[in-house]
Antibody, heavy 116, light 108 residues
Framework: EVQLVESGGGLVQPGGSLRLTCAAS????????MSWVRQAPGKGLEWVSIIHSGGTTYYADSVKGRFIISRDNSKNTLYLQMNSLRTEDTAVYYCARLTFRAFDPWGQGILVTVSS | DIQMTQSPSSLSASVGDRVTITCRAS??????LNWYQQKPGKAPKLLIYAASSLQSGVPSRFSGSGSGTDFTLTISSLQPEDFATYYCQQSYSTSSFTFGPGTKVDIK
């Protein structure tokens, strides 16, 4: 079964850092484009970042220079390193696989709260 | 960047109704348009990809159409489990993705 499970969320102060982890099973992370999408409380979906199978990375303007997407093929895991966090980064973060240029499947989501 | 709009932002409907949601892109995106369903507290679920292809396991009452800049999601006969928020999303470029603002479908 293809599955994604996020972890690493929690409460962090503004300016702090956090690393999210997305463990994949049922497929090889390094063979697909993998992405992070977030959803602020009560708001819509916002694409955050993507890493291509070849390793190229892209970011939304709102996180460029602060967030870093990466993967560990040996652990079949995707990461999102979040630095210089702001209150507006508070959201549920989802990892997702890009299949036929659509996001599927999605993880269950992990909450990140940035607050003092 | 490509911007996505959806209409309506919300709608009230009854079980058995035919429901249509529209999505418009700020520039042509061919058929690189996907539709998702999201229920409260849950991750989004892919319904339609490439504008009109039904994702495996999704009921056939869901259908999508359109190309270029204008797209439509149709639910032919609304069921109780279909009350949710629906998002369109463009994937014209694999370096930047955009979601529409969502359409909430609730019970009349």
């Amino acid at each position: 079964e293809v599955q994604l499970v996020e972890s690493g969320g929690g409460l962090v102060q503004p300016g702090g850092s956090l690393r999210l982890t997305c463990a994949a099973s049922g497929f090889t992370v390094g063979s697909y484009y993998m992405s992070w999408v977030r959803q602020a409380p009560g708001k819509g979906l916002e694409w955050v970042s993507i890493i291509h199978s070849g390793g190229t990375t892209y970011y939304a303007d709102s996180v460029k220079g602060r967030f870093i997407i990466s993967r560990d093929n040996s652990k079949n895991t995707l990461y999102l390193q979040m630095n210089s966090l702001r209150t507006e980064d508070t959201a549920v973060y989802y990892c997702a696989r890009l299949t036929f240029r659509a996001f599927d499947p999605w993880g269950q989501g992990i909450l990140v709260t940035v607050s003092s | 960047d490509i911007q996505m709009t959806q209409s309506p932002s919300s709608l009230s409907a009854s079980v058995g109704d035919r429901v249509t949601i529209t999505c418009r892109a700020s520039q042509t995106i061919s058929t690189y348009l996907n539709w998702y369903q999201q229920k409260p507290g849950k991750a989004p679920k892919l319904l339609i990809y490439a504008a009109s292809s039904l994702q495996s396991g999704v009921p056939s009452r869901f259908s999508g159409s359109g190309s270029g800049t204008d797209f439509t999601l149709t639910i032919s006969s609304l069921q109780p489990e279909d009350f949710a928020t629906y998002y369109c999303q463009q994937s014209y470029s694999t370096s930047s993705f955009t979601f529409g603002p969502g359409t909430k479908v609730d019970i009349k």
